[in-house]
């Protein structure tokens, strides 16, 4: 099979698998607890203020997570999505004027240099090549622009977690991201009857390449004419339990999470497998 074939094939996945989800992806999605949203929109709101944003275009918008944040910062959010039963699920009402397109985020015919900011959210590891993707984010931007993409499947996370000897008892620290890492796909058969080859392919960088490494995204943001790259790494190994560990107030749960992931970042690169996630900024 081609390249091209390829493409084609894991773009039609994700086709069926979020048609099928539609309905229900806002509620099976951990990105819509009210900390990541909290989390997500003080990246955002950074963005805007740097860049005096007033017009952004989102990647793989979905149901319109990242929508539903940036319309409370900006004044025009256009989205594209290659599924329409997801940009069904849109809510477009507020002040800002919201523009929907069904389209490949990898061709799309993007009006050149029209937005402040591009967004992509735990969307690139969807796609079997990011390159395409990447590039209509360049075109889309003007000069100064900023790229922010966030929920990304850390590579030498889900390497060490594919690594480990399955017969063997772990804390259940471990056994947590053994089954979110390596059983997702069971889970959404059991749930949904939803091949589990097509959901894999459905999420292609992730599933089947393992994630996204560190310095192949910057090559890859690089190679389409991005000046500054940042990237950054999201979510440790155990912040899960931290978060909802009851015998702490909820406020000092997510101050001491908040406080262990500083700590853990200042140890960059030598923690980078204990980070479940990356993201990035890039400014054209």
Same mark, same amino acid.
């Given at each position: 099979?081609?390249?091209?074939?390829?493409?084609?094939?894991?773009?039609?996945?994700?086709?069926?698998? %979020?048609?099928?989800?539609? %309905?229900?992806?806002?509620?099976?999605?951990?990105?819509?607890?009210?900390?990541?949203?909290? $989390?997500?929109?003080?990246?955002?709101?950074?963005?805007? &203020?740097?860049?005096?944003?007033?017009?952004?275009?989102?990647?793989?918008?979905?149901?319109?997570?990242?929508?539903?944040?940036?319309?409370? %910062?900006?004044?025009?959010? !256009?989205?594209?999505?290659?599924? &329409?039963?997801?940009?069904? *699920?849109?809510?477009?009402?507020?002040?800002?004027?919201?523009?929907?397109?069904?389209?490949?985020?990898? =061709?799309?015919?993007?009006?050149?240099?029209?937005?402040?900011?591009?967004?992509?959210?735990?969307?690139? !590891? !969807?796609?079997?090549?990011?390159?395409?993707?990447?590039?209509?984010?360049?075109?889309?931007? +003007?000069?100064?622009?900023?790229?922010?993409?966030?929920?990304?499947?850390?590579?030498?996370?889900?390497?060490?977690?594919?690594?480990?000897?399955?017969?063997?008892?772990?804390?259940?620290?471990?056994? *947590? &991201?053994?089954?979110?890492?390596?059983?997702?796909?069971?889970?959404?058969?059991?749930?949904?009857?939803?091949?589990?080859?097509?959901?894999? %392919?459905?999420? $292609?960088?992730?599933?089947?390449?393992?994630?996204?490494?560190?310095?192949?995204?910057?090559?890859?943001?690089?190679?389409?004419?991005? =000046?500054?790259?940042?990237?950054?790494?999201?979510?440790?190994?155990?912040?899960?339990?931290?978060?909802?560990?009851?015998?702490?107030?909820?406020?000092?749960?997510?101050?001491?999470?908040?406080?262990? =992931?500083?700590?853990?970042? +200042?140890?960059?690169?030598?923690?980078?497998?204990?980070?479940?996630?990356?993201?990035?900024?890039?400014?054209?």
């Amino acid at each position: 099979m081609t390249d091209t074939e390829k493409y084609a094939q894991v773009l039609q996945a994700n086709i069926q698998v %979020h048609s099928a989800l539609a %309905h229900e992806y806002n509620g099976c999605q951990p990105h819509y607890r009210p900390e990541n949203i909290s $989390y997500v929109e003080g990246k955002l709101r950074s963005v805007v &203020e740097q860049t005096s944003a007033q017009r952004l275009l989102d990647l793989g918008c979905g149901t319109g997570f990242m929508i539903d944040i940036a319309k409370r %910062h900006v004044r025009e959010v !256009h989205g594209v999505d290659v599924t &329409e039963a997801m940009l069904g *699920r849109v809510d477009t009402t507020g002040s800002a004027k919201i523009k929907l397109f069904a389209a490949d985020t990898g =061709s799309f015919r993007v009006a050149e240099s029209a937005y402040d900011v591009v967004t992509a959210y735990s969307f690139l !590891h !969807h796609l079997y090549d990011i390159e395409p993707t990447v590039s209509t984010a360049y075109k889309a931007l +003007r000069p100064g622009g900023v790229f922010y993409a966030d929920l990304e499947p850390n590579y030498y996370f889900w390497q060490g977690i594919a690594a480990l000897d399955k017969n063997r008892e772990y804390d259940p620290v471990v056994e *947590r &991201e053994i089954q979110s890492v390596l059983a997702t796909d069971e889970q959404l058969f059991t749930a949904y009857a939803i091949d589990k080859d097509l959901f894999n %392919h459905a999420e $292609y960088s992730k599933n089947i390449r393992g994630g996204f490494r560190e310095e192949e995204l910057i090559a890859a943001l690089a190679r389409a004419g991005f =000046s500054k790259i940042d990237v950054f790494y999201y979510w440790f190994l155990g912040q899960a339990g931290l978060v909802n560990d009851e015998r702490f107030d909820r406020p000092v749960r997510l101050q001491m999470a908040e406080t262990f =992931s500083e700590t853990l970042a +200042r140890g960059l690169p030598l923690t980078r497998s204990l980070f479940k996630y990356l993201g990035f900024f890039a400014t054209k």
